[in-house]
Each structure stands twice: as structure tokens, then as C-alpha cells.
């Protein structure tokens, strides 16, 4: 196969069925963002709704609008709209706080099940993925140290063969945030039920990344974030699924008055609501939601063009681009790959490793105005170079251009120089 030139890019750029969705953002002139996995691009529509949330329904409704503004409702409508995104029923899931958090209340919900149905002294284990998001192993520890329960990791391909009596939760992030490595929900999923354990899904870089269907593929509770492919903004409110016949069964730990069946009735008893609705805990972020509800409808704005599964087909097609111009035209410089080969096994991201420079390589490539993002290795895992290829605004030309780029950082050595080698708090 003959790999496209510039012309040719441009070319599939030009065929791209979803490249009108682009002109949805402000992307700043002579960028190439390859981190929408880490923080999505502002909308347009974003600052103006904004504004409009803060001057009209604050400054002018003020109180009144928590009815008249919708205010009330919010993780409901932001909740539904994502629901569309990642394959589950209306109602069934809400917006609300952090994906940290909405973890931590699945996770309690989920072992308060299996102990009920499993007898307190059994099932002991939470089972999750040695490379996981740092954030879900530290809230699973800190609910397993809290309960008398006990973490246990594996690696990806060892978790099948840790699922046994002893697991309560099987509890992954769908796509690797470090490789980009998707697991098959559906297999993981059907395993971890067959060994009378429940599976908890983190949909971090999955949600408006990759078609699902979460009920049909077995998940009992899933979480995920809004600022990601979701364009939420920075910090954006999460959400959070739970399978309605769980759904009624059992208080989440945060129990706050907006999880109650009728907050203003203000009981001094707790009353959970019915559904999905008692995962709330308190009052919702407006501002942050508002912009949310943005970014989410620049994703659903492919429903017409083919949805998630248009999105995804472009995005396979990005990151396969990627991959295989990095090896043809970076070869001899040191760069592997560490996210899957085939297609079907990884997200919307690729990631590149190299034994030395990593860090210095892409700062580089941000001064070059290519943007991806740096995380360090430990232990048996690799330093990365980490491009995320969001298919709603990214352009095939953005690929072949970032892959210049890094070739020439590679070729000239440019990443030696040493206003690149200084680290930065945030990477
Ligand atoms: C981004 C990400 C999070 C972020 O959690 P916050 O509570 O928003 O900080 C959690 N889990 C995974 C897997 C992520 O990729």
C-alpha cells in the first residue's frame, strides 16, 4: 500500500463526510491538538451559553430559574443526551460530579449487592488492570480498605484467568488511558458474570470515541468524564449508568438530599429516589454543566452523519494513518508502538514509546504547535508519547503534518535542546 502525500491528506479531507462538524469549534489557527483524550477543544456555542446562563437565568432569573431555566433537571438532560452517545436507554443515566467520584459511588453500590446476593464472608476481591487510571485504583483502595475488601491487579491479559470465586467486582477502564488499548467489554463483561463477580466500566476515553452498547455488552455500572471527547471543559461534570435492575436495589454512599425521592420535601429521614436519579448527591453545577451540554451536542451533532459509528470509522482511519506514517517515515529513530495494531483492539489514540528523549520529543512538538501529551513510565511501563485523534475535528492533513513535524524533531535533534528537557508540573 502506497501511503498518501500532503495532496493526498488533503484529499481525504476533502471526500470526509464529517468534516463540517470541524467548523463546531474555536481551534486556534495552526494548531494540531492531538489531546482532545485528555481535554477537549471549546465548542463555539460554549462561551455564548455560557454568558447567557450567567446573565439571564443568574443575574436575572436568579432563584426562579432553578424551575424556569431547567436548572433542576440538568443532570437528567445532560445525562440522557449522553446516554445516546454510549448506547443506553433514556432515563437511565445522570450527570454529576467527577468521574472520581461517580466511582466511588458505583464501586460501594456494586459490592453492597454482591454481598447481599453472595453472603458478607465471601468474594472478598476487587479485580482491576495494573495499568489502570491512577485515580480509579486509589478510590477502589480506598473503598476496599474502608470495607475489608482487598484490590488485586492484574495485567490486561491475565484478568480472565483472576476471575474466580474470590471477586466481587471486576472493575476496568474500558480504554487504556496509557496505551490506548480497548478491552472487549462484552467478553470481560460475560467472564466476570460467569464467575459470580459484577463488572464496572470506566468510559473515560470511550465515551464519544467509540460506539457502545453497554446493556447488551454485559456492563452492570459505568462511569465517565465530560471533559474529554465529550468537549465538556475543563473539570466538566461526569456521569454515571447504573443497569436499572440494579439501579433500585441499594443506597449509593453519598446519599444527599438531590439522590432523595423528593428533596424539597426536606425529610429528615432519607428516602432514595427511584432509578438512576439517587446516584445524584448534591446541587448541580449549572455554569459547568451548561458548557457540558455543549460539548456534548457537538458530538450528537453526527447523529445525521452517522454517529458513533461514523466517528469511530474516521477515527480508525486517523490513528491507522498515524501509525503508518510514524513507521515509514520516523523509521531508524527509535520510536515503537505501543498501542494495538489492529483496529479493533484500541480507542481513538496512539501512542509511541522511546527509550530516551520522550518528554523532550514532545515538547518539542508543542512548540511546534503539534500538541499530544507525555506520560512517564514506571516500572515495567514504557515512557509515552500519547496522540489522541478526536475524529470531530481532526483532519487527515493535521496527521500528516504532526507526523513531519516529529520527524524533523527526530532528524535535526532538536528535542536535545535543552529549554525542552525541563519538566513542567503539568505534562
Ligand atoms: C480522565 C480519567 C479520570 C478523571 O477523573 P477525575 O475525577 O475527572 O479527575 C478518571 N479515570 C480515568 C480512566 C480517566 O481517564
Known sequence: MTLPDRPAALAL????????LRAQFEIPPGLIYLDGN???????????????????????????????????????????KIARLVGVGEGEMVCADSTSINLYKVLAAALSIVQADAGAASRRVVLSERSNFPTDLYIAEAI??????????????????????????????????????M?????????????????????????????????????????????KYLNGGPGAPAFVWVHPRHAGRFWQPLAGWMGHAAPFEFTPEYRPAA?????????????AMAALECGVDTVLAAEPLGGMAA????????????????????AGHGLSLVSPREADRRGSQVCLTRTEGGYAIMQALI???????????????PDILRFGFTPLYTRFVDVFDAVEHLHQVLLTGEWRRPEFNRRQAVT
Open 275 to 287: 432509578g438512576i436519579a439517587r446516584y445524584l448527591c448534591g446541587t448541580p453545577a449549572v455554569l
Open 13 to 20: 479531507d476533502a471526500a470526509d463526510p464529517l468534516a463540517p
Open 183 to 227: 478491552h472487549d467489554m462484552a467478553a470481560l463483561s460475560a467472564a466476570a458474570h460467569a464467575a459470580g463477580a459484577l463488572a464496572v466500566w470506566d468510559l473515560a476515553h470511550s465515551a464519544g470515541a467509540v460506539p457502545l452498547a453497554l446493556a447488551r455488552d454485559g456492563a452492570d455500572f459505568a462511569i465517565g468524564c465530560g471533559y
Open 311 to 330: 466517528l469511530r470509522a474516521k477515527s480508525l482511519a486517523l490513528t491507522t494513518l498515524f501509525a503508518e506514517l510514524v513507521e515509514a517515515r520516523c
Open 38 to 80: 485528555s481535554l477537549g477543544v471549546l465548542p463555539r456555542a460554549t462561551a455564548a451559553r455560557v454568558q447567557q446562563v450567567v446573565q439571564q437565568e443568574w443575574g436575572q432569573g436568579l432563584i426562579g430559574s432553578w424551575n424556569s431555566a431547567g436548572w433542576m433537571a440538568l443532570p437528567q438532560r445532560v445525562g440522557d
Open 367 to 381: 512548540a511546534r504547535g503539534v500538541v499530544g501529551d507525555f506520560r512517564a513510565g514506571s516500572g515495567a511501563l
Open 144 to 181: 476496599c480498605r474502608e470495607r475489608g475488601f482487598t484490590l488485586e491487579l492484574a495485567e490486561a491479559d491475565g484478568i480472565p484467568a483472576r476471575l474466580d470465586a474470590r471477586v466481587a467486582v471486576l472493575m476496568l477502564t474500558h480504554v487504556n488511558y496509557r496505551s490506548g488499548r
